[in-house]
């Protein structure tokens, strides 16, 4: 019943900047962390950017300094604001959350997953 709905994702120049955005919604308790993750064409899915409920964060090597997460709680929604994107940054991006469906019941959920596409 738990749903994360990912847009945002689009074909963007190299040095551009792009946004990405994802909605929890359906029948759940608690989100206790969200974050998002990306897989590039015959690469494995890493993290990217995570964010716990007191808005701590942290960030792949690869994007600090230029990504950036952040969460509206009262909206139960999550962003990542890519900027000085590269062509390597390419790949689909998922959401994702850890989730109380029931007070004593949390699983991991995932978005679709949406592309982006850094290329000149």
């Known amino acids: 019943q738990v749903e994360l709905v990912e847009s945002g994702g689009g074909l963007v120049q190299p040095g551009g900047s792009l946004t990405l955005s994802c909605a929890v919604s359906g029948s759940f308790f608690q989100i206790v962390s969200l974050g998002w993750y990306r897989q590039a064409p015959g690469s494995q899915r890493e993290m990217v950017a995570t964010i716990n409920s007191g808005h701590a964060t942290n960030y792949a090597d690869s994007v600090k300094g230029r990504f950036a997460i952040s969460r509206d709680n009262a909206a139960n929604t999550v962003s990542l604001q890519m900027n000085v994107l590269k062509p390597e940054d390419t790949a689909v991006y998922y959401c994702?959350?850890?989730?109380?469906?029931?007070?004593?019941?949390?699983?991991?959920?995932w978005g679709q997953g949406t592309q982006v596409t850094v290329s000149s």
């Open positions: 994702t959350g850890r989730i109380y469906s029931t007070p004593f019941q949390f699983d991991d959920y």
